[in-house]
Nanobody
Framework: QVRLVESGGGLVQSGGSLRLSCAAS????????MSWYRQTPDKPRELVAT???????TYADAVKGRFTISRDNAKKMLYLQMFWLRTDDTAVYFCHSLGPLTRREYWGQGTQVTVSS
């Protein structure tokens, strides 16, 4: 079965760092565009970062220079390295995949990131 399982979230102070992981299984991970989204109770889900099958990356303006998205196709893992965290980075972070042909989408259950002042 298809699974995307996030981990690595937690509570950190402003200026701190976290590394989120997403373990994928049940689909052709290497053929999928992978992304991280985040969501807060007062905002809709927003795209944070994307990495293509050729490892081209894009980032939301709010995280450029602070976050790095990466993937390990051999391990079917997606990562989000976050530095210089801010209180407004607080959100539930979701792993997302998009198939190249059918455009089928898969979502993880999310991992909570809380940045305190």
């Amino acid at each position: 079965q298809v699974r995307l399982v996030e981990s690595g979230g937690g509570l950190v102070q402003s200026g701190g760092s976290l590394r989120l992981s997403c373990a994928a299984s049940g689909f052709a991970f290497s053929n999928h565009v992978m992304s991280w989204y985040r969501q807060t109770p007062d905002k809709p889900r927003e795209l944070v970062a994307t990495i293509t099958t050729s490892e081209t990356t894009t980032y939301a303006d709010a995280v450029k220079g602070r976050f790095t998205i990466s993937r390990d196709n051999a391990k079917k893992m997606l990562y989000l390295q976050m530095f210089w965290l801010r209180t407004d980075d607080t959100a539930v972070y979701f792993c997302h995949s998009l198939g190249p042909l059918t455009r089928r989408e898969y979502w993880g259950q999310g991992t909570q990131v809380t940045v305190s002042s």
